[in-house]
């Protein structure tokens, strides 16, 4: 072997024997990590109570979503020239006050708030996931024949969609009876 293969085979094959008790250690590392992120975005390191980590990470969420906001539009209607309401502000500023606005909203909004909000948009994108399949289906059977009369396939095709759209029916009258 050449010199120049021999002095990456050491580094190649002491990697390869290590990777095992490194990839031991990074999920505990991960968890570990991820719980501390969780904590932030829960209040649990200003001592609230609030131990749910569906409003700590929605609080996360939150704070990323009214930051990107409020700094897309201060920059958006910071122009370089003219007459720009907000021209005063460069990026750093409209991060600083995009941030503080953010943090203050995370913070301050009731977790119960929060919740109620989650729910309802939750509610209007199950509307509109099993919905849709719904109307689609029911269109559909309403237009399949076209310009010509009904044929065998035409039938055959709408006695499949009634099916499927029954067992859609019965799957979702099955789960929503389990949660009531």
């Not at 409020?70 to 409209?94: D, S």
């Not at 913070?107 to 509109?128: H, K």
Request: net charge positive.
């Amino acid at each position: 072997m050449s010199s120049m293969k021999k002095r990456w085979l050491l580094p190649i094959l002491s990697s390869a024997l290590a990777l095992p008790f490194v990839a031991a250690a990074v999920p505990g590392t991960i968890g570990t990590v991820w719980n501390k992120i969780l904590s932030v975005g829960n209040l649990s390191f200003l001592g609230y109570s609030d131990g749910s980590l569906v409003v700590g990470f929605t609080r996360i969420l939150l704070w990323i979503l009214i930051f990107a906001v409020f700094f897309a539009v201060i920059i958006g209607l910071g122009g370089e020239k003219g007459t720009a309401p907000m021209k005063f502000f460069n990026r750093g500023q409209a991060a600083v006050i995009a941030g503080v606005i953010a943090t203050i909203a995370a913070i301050f909004l009731p977790a119960e708030v929060i919740l109620a909000t989650g729910t309802g948009w939750a509610t209007a994108i199950a509307l509109i996931l099993i919905g849709g399949p719904i109307v689609g289906i029911g269109y559909l059977l309403i237009t399949i024949p076209g310009r010509g009369k009904e044929t065998k396939a035409t039938v055959l095709v709408k006695i499949v969609l009634c099916f499927l759209l029954f067992w859609i029916l019965s799957a979702m009258k099955y789960h929503v009876g389990r949660l009531v």
